[in-house]
């Protein structure tokens, strides 16, 4: 088994995981409706809950500590998506924002609980109930959104204007996941992106939403960030920086 490199995916997705909670946790108390606020706190909390257990997993193979990891690294260090770093905006863009996510997640998920490395299958096996929700909450909210108003409509068309292409960054291979994807330790990138466009294409159509014709990402270098990953760490790292020796 190639370790750095699963090491590094592993690295990636919890890291995903970790800027996607804490941006939906910034519409706790702002969301448009009482048990909106509650729901997306929720899932908040999974998406973190999910990061904690792919960061285990980096530690478990020799890596940092998960709270050294969360809390300790700068911007530069960070493996996610520039789709997840992206100021929350409005309700549609935070909704299609998690859709998106939630429809790759799942169909991930469904291949790594046969993942021949038996500590990410039971990882995957944990996660995946939790994300069936999210993507059937976000999936609703979807619907209501496209086919709703005329300013619901159009906020989410520019939302999916906006992410489609970032999404697809999600799918680019990371160094030495070809050696993984052959020892059955995760799927390849190809076939990920493809079993989800042949999801949410429909999906997003039966919606009144039109697919952007860009769909390529910025860039496909988990290494380079956009200018919004240093002030949202700013904000998620400096309770645990006041105080370098606490015990989180």
Same mark, same amino acid.
């Given at each position: 088994?190639? +370790?750095?490199?699963?090491?590094?995916?592993? &690295?990636?997705?919890?890291?995903?995981?970790?800027?996607?909670?804490?941006?939906?946790?910034?519409?706790?108390?702002?969301?448009?409706?009482? +048990?909106?606020?509650?729901?997306?706190?929720?899932?908040?909390?999974?998406?973190?809950?999910?990061?904690? &257990?792919?960061?285990?997993?980096?530690?478990?193979?020799?890596?940092?500590?998960?709270? $050294?990891?969360?809390?300790?690294?700068?911007?530069?260090?960070?493996?996610?998506? %520039?789709?997840? +770093?992206?100021?929350?905006?409005?309700?549609?863009?935070?909704?299609?924002?998690?859709?998106?996510?939630?429809?790759?997640?799942?169909? &991930?998920?469904?291949?790594?609980?046969?993942?021949?490395?038996?500590?990410? /299958? %039971?990882? =995957?096996?944990?996660? $995946?109930?939790?994300?069936?929700?999210?993507?059937?909450?976000?999936?609703?909210?979807?619907?209501?959104?496209?086919?709703?108003? =005329?300013?619901?409509?159009? $906020?989410?068309?520019?939302?999916?204007?906006?992410?489609?292409?970032?999404?697809?960054?999600?799918?680019?291979?990371?160094?030495?996941?070809?050696? *993984?994807?052959?020892?059955?330790?995760?799927?390849?990138?190809?076939?990920?992106?493809?079993?989800?466009?042949?999801?949410?294409?429909?999906? *997003?159509?039966?919606?009144?939403?039109?697919?952007?014709?860009?769909?390529?990402?910025?860039?496909?270098? $988990?290494?380079?960030?956009?200018?919004?990953?240093?002030?949202?760490?700013?904000?998620?790292?400096?309770?645990?920086?006041?105080?370098?020796? /606490?015990?989180?």
């Amino acid at each position: 088994m190639n +370790e750095p490199a699963l090491q590094a995916y592993l &690295l990636a997705q919890a890291d995903d995981h970790l800027i996607l909670a804490h941006r939906n946790s910034e519409w706790i108390g702002h969301a448009p409706i009482l +048990e909106e606020d509650i729901a997306l706190a929720n899932i908040a909390q999974d998406e973190l809950g999910h990061a904690t &257990l792919f960061y285990d997993l980096v530690c478990a193979l020799g890596g940092d500590d998960p709270d $050294r990891l969360a809390f300790w690294r700068e911007a530069g260090k960070f493996r996610c998506v %520039q789709m997840v +770093e992206q100021p929350r905006g409005d309700w549609a863009f935070t909704m299609l924002r998690q859709y998106l996510f939630d429809a790759a997640e799942t169909i &991930l998920l469904a291949h790594l609980v046969h993942s021949s490395y038996a500590p990410l /299958a %039971q990882a =995957a096996a944990k996660m $995946r109930n939790e994300e069936i929700y999210h993507l059937r909450h976000t999936t609703a909210w979807i619907k209501r959104l496209g086919l709703g108003t =005329a300013e619901s409509h159009q $906020r989410t068309q520019a939302a999916l204007d906006a992410l489609w292409p970032l999404a697809q960054q999600l799918f680019a291979p990371l160094p030495g996941q070809a050696d *993984l994807a052959s020892a059955g330790i995760v799927p390849d990138g190809e076939s990920w992106q493809q079993a989800w466009r042949a999801e949410v294409r429909p999906f *997003l159509t039966t919606c009144s939403l039109t697919i952007p014709a860009n769909d390529t990402p910025p860039t496909t270098d $988990r290494t380079r960030h956009s200018a919004h990953l240093a002030p949202l760490l700013a904000d998620l790292q400096q309770v645990a920086r006041m105080e370098q020796e /606490a015990v989180w």
